[in-house]
């Protein structure tokens, strides 16, 4: 099942941790930044998870293991155990385990989350393209990955072994900046190797798989923080979805989204769990949501009116998604996302 082409962000007239049964949380620009919570997120959490709402973080990050990231959050004042947690790297993992036989010799590069989550499959985790593994599998490795486990990997695909990836993040945040992440790594075996590797990370089917088998969740909402990862993700899964503006997407992005980028809700930061949502209206030419009315109009997006900025953005994404259908909005929006000062 895939979603329907969205045309204008939703309205809901319960709060979103009664309307849903699980969220699936991203991490990295939704729960935390740095190594630090994001402002209101430690509290709107309690507050959702006090109220009934099942509580699961998702990563596309392979390198540690659930339990690492279980005890960072705990740390950092959200609750977690290893079960509430999913990664790329048990998503892979089952994806190898589905196509190999039981006790299959996989060789790892990357870090100790794969390796553990390979062996919970019943594969056997091997180091060297000499050690007879029938598989290669790649996930995010961190700082201290040897240049020589990308020749490793090539030797053993280059053999004609299938290949596997956690995921295909080019970039990794963190406190110091921008660093290449698994897909950059991903592309130096391509380069070697010219083969093309599984992939299981978000926003693909076999992590929303994962995530859907792990939890039981019967009626899960998405939140996060990225379109091409989380909300295109929960997209292709049929799944509705809340883009938080506390990471790396801003407003002009989500006014400019293609259909499987556009959330079912937007809202400033994990606080929007515990509310409803505004329904926006169309109202003759133009849509209203609060006290704006945004329209198309001579090849511009124009708002009216006043009130909250996030009824304003919903206004114009209204208009935007509308007006452009199944491709991205070519209007100029500038002026109008100037009054919102999002
Ligand atoms: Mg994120």
Known sequence: MSGTSRTRPSGSGTALSEAYDTALLDLDGVVYAGGHAIDHAV???????????????VTNNALRTPAAVAEHLTELGVPAEASDVITSAQAVSRLVADQLPAGARVLVIGGEGLRVALRERGLEPVESADDDPVAVVQGYGGPDLAWGRFAEASYAINRGLPWFASNTDLTIPGARGIAPGNGAAVEVVRIATGAEPQVAGKPLPPMHRETVLRTGAERPLVVGDRLDTDIEGAFNGGVDSLLV???????AQ???AVPEHRPTYIDADLRGLLTGQPEVEEDGGGFRCGGWTASARDGRLVLEGDGGPLDGLRALCAAAWSQAGDKACDLDAEKALARLGL
Not at 245 to 251: I, M, N, P, R
């Open 254 to 256: 989500l006014v400019t």
């Open 245 to 251: 503006l506390t990471g790396v997407t801003d407003a």
């Open 43 to 57: 509290e709107a959490l309690g507050t959702a998870r006090d109220g009934g709402m099942h509580l699961a973080y």
